[in-house]
């Protein structure tokens, strides 16, 4: 229909033109005559000959004209011939989309991951991105046809004689079609003679009867297909370095082997063609399936699903990190995590919550694990006996993420690797989780640890490299990648951590780690005001400052019983669970303090 | 274990002594004589008396004496009695929560939705909200006990003779514990001779031995649970207003019937409250499992989730209603909807995506339909042959969510519906949904409609009383709620619509509407650069401005394929599926131009 036909940003290459042939040159005849015309006899100035002479001559001139008129025969058939190669027998059968110019009805409309035997012979219609094309001579073109989840088959179209369903102009077109164009193509379903190489689906191949550029893309990309899926390792959002990468990047289209990959920054300015590289593409599908294993957990365990506000109008957890906004005739904040709303969730009267949403810090970090924004899948729950019993929850959240990723996600895990090689993430049994205690980590840091570490103490927060180091410690002890620190102590937590009551130098709170990095942080939180505001003030914090009272006030509204949770970071999930250099590679747009686009 | 133990913020009633028992009054006995001591004889001093009169007088004496001695006997026993009964024989199985005093190893823990004939008899515990409590005599207290979802059960405490489990001042306390207190309650399932009434579960009751309390009310609530679930008819964010309307709503504790009902402005100023409500505890259930639904529906199409950015460098859809903020030393914006973002997904190599996410408006517009942050559901998708195929794709998604939230919500439906009455949701089989073009509905409205729209044009939007009038033909005409208005008229459409090509003064652009009110809006996007580009300039806008260049760009990447859209409001579906009176009821914590607490 006329109104689905995009029209060309780029002029496609030009149709044969449908009246004036293109000039063939003329089969060789001798110079300047023209073959049917006879040529003047030699010597005809008045000169006598003798009769032997004179029939010789004829003989001559007969067999000449004879010959003459064999070659414009010979001329005339291959002019015609010609002719009807030029008149383009194919014409309906390629070039831009348009309404009239259709695939047959009667062609199966295909994906190619449900390609099979049953297809073999078949006409069938396939929507594609191309994403190469080659010409074999003059009459065979081979390209590539890729779809969505990297597949991709193999396509040929072979000029006929007869120049239909493909004509030679057919095959220079398809050709000449940028690479990264989608088409429409109809074809037959056939098995190549050897699998093809370099296409995900190598057992069949397509044979094109007919296709059409539906959008085209322009003669030189920013970025390719296969730079955008080599390894990054310029995670610099420094403009100045990258706009030096970008130039040497843009300069790269020929693909030489070996070429140095792109920066994070060139990817983002071609971020079509980076979403477009199947490395992104299974990130993405890896990422989206770790979300929805989340919240299937968490349905499965009675958890209600709810919506925390982003523009909030108290800084409450500490003025620090936070991005202001005018508001109307008053300032707002943009939410640091859904803690202070998931707490009114249980306060009013939810047994079990959780959110997944965008959480925000005006954080100064350029580093490989830190965004402006991010993705927090948050719970919080009803505590019955002991805080305990939300720890269990989130590191079967986790196993059950980990367990099934694997199932689900095979195939785009192998790719990542393919890309990003790594070790096996490795992770306990429901129920063997490995958990240690915060004092018990840095026991094991300063007995086993590197020499830097001897002097660690239980009453100071880690930082990165000691985390890292006992990530490693942990995985050769207890054979594991993900595992739990318990009873942080009082001073690295914030006024909210309900305090151990048989040891008050530590509190009831965790963070859970993968591959050495947290990935989550939780604990129980008071629930009791007039506790909560004395832990307050012990901290050095007014009870009454702006976002603080609000969120006593709401343990004084009505009783509100012991509860605990938790806050994973999806896209640390995402990034250490394929160990990738970095979390932004994780993100679908990541957010760092210099860069807001795309 | 000790670290579950909260604090009582209101000092609970204090517990019987346990040393010196209650004085009680003893029994009368002559007065001021003390039994077993003989009274002395009257006119002792020197006075004369008949040996009959002695005799009679000795007799007299020792009929007292033997009747003071019984007395005494009765008073020694009921002294006895009292002590016994004031030394408490229930006092472990009642007061504050501590790790001292436990519910049996063999109580069944329950949940009230799940109670049943196998309870009966047996010992159970139940964590629950008091939502009342009311003594009849001194021996006997009356609980409402609640749990999430509306589920409530009465409880009975009845003191024994022996005082064990129940003690007269076990009763006394649970009748003292102030209502939307949370306990834990130990008890025996019981059959009520009749089904009690104004408890969910009316089959059952508790008779309680056991009752702790976990975390105290005050005594005086913001808000009741009563007036928290009657239906709010002022929306007004007018604080002075508000203030007074509070006033009254404090005062109205006893909860006489026919009060006033409470104001938005007072539910949420006492949000947990509010949120405890049977009625916003439906109204919760009912928006998160629609939201399931709709994804639900869209991964079983092929659809993928993403997730756009909050955060965004350029106000791509024009820069009026955007809220800015300082971004490090650059100035960032709030996303109004992800369109740029799901179109930068197909761009790259998606056929089908969506996204469930928050959105925002600086729209100072302070009605029950507005909110500056609420809750998108976007959906993008290629498009092969027509723009219907993702019209076809919006309808069937809300149809789908419409027929499978009346089965799991039957009862939260119906909850909402006793406190706002509304007339059922109308609505279509699959495949019969009603499509009118925009002219269409005006060509309605005009020979149809209210007198006052008799000259609507059709190249003018339209406004909301116009959509509401039309919204009430449909219904008649059709006998649906639910229905679609397409081609909207160009002037009505941002830059990126595409144009129909039979008819370039409309688009192909539509908005899905319940009751009259819209509560989606998409269409078909213009793929092409060169298009697009001369369409921004023909609505007066420059390409090159921030933002737009960027999205222009996004098409000169590579070629995108033809695609469209759609975006729904969930707080509006919720809203208008339930005929809330306004949209703020269906947010988990409405945001307005004044209101950005709690």
Redesign the interface.
Same mark, same amino acid.
């Given at each position: 229909?006329?109104?689905?036909?995009?029209? *060309?940003?780029v002029p496609p290459p030009a149709e044969a033109p449908k009246t004036e042939p293109a000039a063939t040159p003329a089969p060789a005849v001798p110079d300047g005559t023209l073959a049917g015309t006879p040529a003047p006899a030699p010597g005809g100035e008045g000169a006598t000959i003798s009769k032997k002479a004179a029939k010789k001559a004829e003989a001559k001139a007969k067999k000449e004209a004879e010959k003459a008129r064999r070659a414009a025969e010979l001329a005339a058939k291959q002019a015609a011939a010609n002719a009807a190669q030029s008149e383009d027998n194919a014409k309906e059968n390629y070039g831009p989309e348009s309404p009239e110019k259709q695939i047959s009805p009667d062609a199966i409309?295909i994906h190619l991951k449900d390609i099979g035997e049953e297809h073999v012979g078949k006409t069938v219609e396939l $929507?594609a991105?191309l994403q190469n094309a080659r010409m074999q001579g003059a009459k065979m073109v081979f390209v590539e046809l $890729?779809? +969505?989840g990297n597949w991709s088959i193999q396509g040929i179209a072979t000029a006929s004689p007869e120049g239909n369903p493909v004509s030679r102009q057919m095959a220079k077109w398809i050709g000449s079609i940028?690479p990264?164009?989608?088409v429409v193509v109809e074809g037959t379903v056939a098995k190549p003679a050897v699998p093809v190489k370099g296409c995900t689906v190598s057992n069949y191949e397509l044979h094109i009867t007919k296709c059409y550029l539906?959008?085209? &893309?322009?003669a030189m990309? !920013?970025m390719t297909l296969a730079a955008a899926n080599r390894p990054i390792t310029n995670f610099s959002d420094e403009e100045q370095q990258a706009s030096v990468e970008q130039k040497v990047e843009k300069l790269s289209i020929s693909e030489p082997a070996g070429i140095p990959a792109a920066s994070m920054l060139t990817h983002l300015d071609?971020? #079509?063609?980076?979403? $477009?590289s199947p490395l992104?593409?299974a990130i993405?599908?890896i990422r989206?399936e770790m979300?929805?294993l989340y919240r299937e957990y968490l349905?499965s365990q009675g958890f209600?699903?709810? +919506?925390?506000?982003?523009?909030? !109008? &108290?800084a409450s957890e500490g003025g620090a990190n936070v991005?202001?906004?005018?508001? %109307?005739d008053?300032e &707002?904040y943009?939410a640091q995590s859904p803690q202070?709303?998931k707490q009114? +969730?249980i306060? !009013? !009267?939810?047994?079990r919550v959780f959110s997944c949403?965008?959480v %925000?810090r005006?954080e100064?970090s350029n580093t490989p694990r830190h965004m402006?924004?991010f993705?927090g899948l948050d719970m919080e729950m009803?505590?019955?006996?002991?805080?305990h019993e939300v720890l269990d929850v989130l590191e079967n959240c986790l196993l059950y993420i980990f367990r099934n990723i694997k199932e689900r996600c095979a195939k785009e895990i192998a790719l990542v690797r393919s890309v990003y090689p790594c070790e096996e993430f490795l992770f306990p049994e429901p129920g063997k989780t490995v958990r240690l205690t915060f004092a018990e980590g840095q026991k094991l840091l300063r007995e086993e640890g590197p020499e830097e570490f001897r002097n660690v103490r239980d009453d100071e927060d880690m930082t990165t490299p000691q985390e890292k180091a006992l990530g490693a410690l942990v995985r050769k002890k207890y054979g594991t990648d993900f595992y739990t620190l318990d009873k942080f102590p009082e001073s690295a937590r914030p006024f909210y951590a309900?305090e151990?009551?048989?040891n008050p130098k530590v509190t *009831?709170a965790y963070d859970l780690f993968m591959r050495g990095q947290e990935i989550c942080s939780g604990g129980?939180r008071i *629930?009791?005001? #007039? +506790?909560l505001e004395a832990r307050i003030r012990t901290k050095g914090i007014d009870p009454n400052s702006p976002g603080i009272k609000?969120y006593v006030d709401?343990? $004084?509204?009505?009783?509100?019983? &012991?509860h605990g949770g938790g806050g994973i970071g999806l896209d640390r999930v995402v990034a250490w669970y394929l160990n990738l250099p970095s979390v932004h590679l994780a993100a679908?747009?990541p957010?760092t303090?210099?860069r807001?686009?795309?």
């Open positions: 229909m006329a109104d689905q036909q995009p029209t *060309n940003p409309e $929507r991105w $890729r779809e +969505e940028n990264e164009s989608f539906h959008a085209a &893309a322009p990309l !920013g071609n971020i #079509v063609m980076h979403k $477009r992104q593409q993405a599908d989206a979300k929805q349905r209600k699903e709810f +919506e925390p506000p982003c523009l909030i !109008g &108290a991005f202001r906004l005018p508001y %109307f008053k &707002a943009l202070f709303y009114i +969730e306060a !009013g !009267g939810r047994k949403g965008p %925000f005006a100064n402006t924004e993705t009803e505590i019955k006996k002991d805080y309900k151990d009551p048989a *009831n129980q *629930n009791d005001p #007039v +506790e609000e709401i343990f $004084r509204q009505a009783g509100v019983p &012991a679908y747009y957010r303090p210099k807001l686009l795309p």
